[in-house]
């Protein structure tokens, strides 16, 4: 099985900083997208930021300039730096990952728990 790990959400002012993190573990031959989404209540989940194996990285209109993608392959791990929040930022942020678990494997995508994002005015 793979198993996504998101960490890093909270409360915080508007204006702050949050950083997430997302690692991947389990049986995995190698992971192609890995992307940041997020669901506020009563709203369907929406794509924040994604980033491919080899850097691309792919941003929401309304978080260009303020969060940052990145990941570190040999960590199996993503990460959103987000600055300047504000309060209609506040939201479950979800974690994804397209993986193909052996060599031979379809790709699969998986999914994290989420973490809470609250921004305070």
């Known amino acids: 099985q793979v198993q996504l790990v998101e960490t890093g959400g909270g409360l915080v002012q508007a204006g702050g900083s949050l950083r997430l993190s997302c690692a991947a573990s389990g049986t995995i031959f190698s992971i192609n997208v890995m992307g940041w989404y997020r669901q506020a209540p009563g709203e369907q989940r929406e794509l924040v930021a994604s980033?491919?194996?080899?850097?691309?990285?792919n941003y929401a209109d309304f978080v260009k300039g303020r969060f940052t993608i990145s990941r570190d392959n040999a960590k199996s791990t993503a990460y959103l730096q987000m600055n300047d929040l504000k309060p209609e930022d506040t939201a479950l942020y979800y974690c994804?990952?397209?993986?193909?678990?052996?060599?031979?494997?379809?790709?699969?995508?998986?999914w994290g728990q989420g973490t809470q994002v609250t921004v305070s005015s």
């Open positions: 980033i491919t194996s080899g850097g691309s990285t």
């Open positions: 994804s990952a397209d993986v193909r678990r052996w060599g031979t494997s379809p790709i699969q995508t998986y």
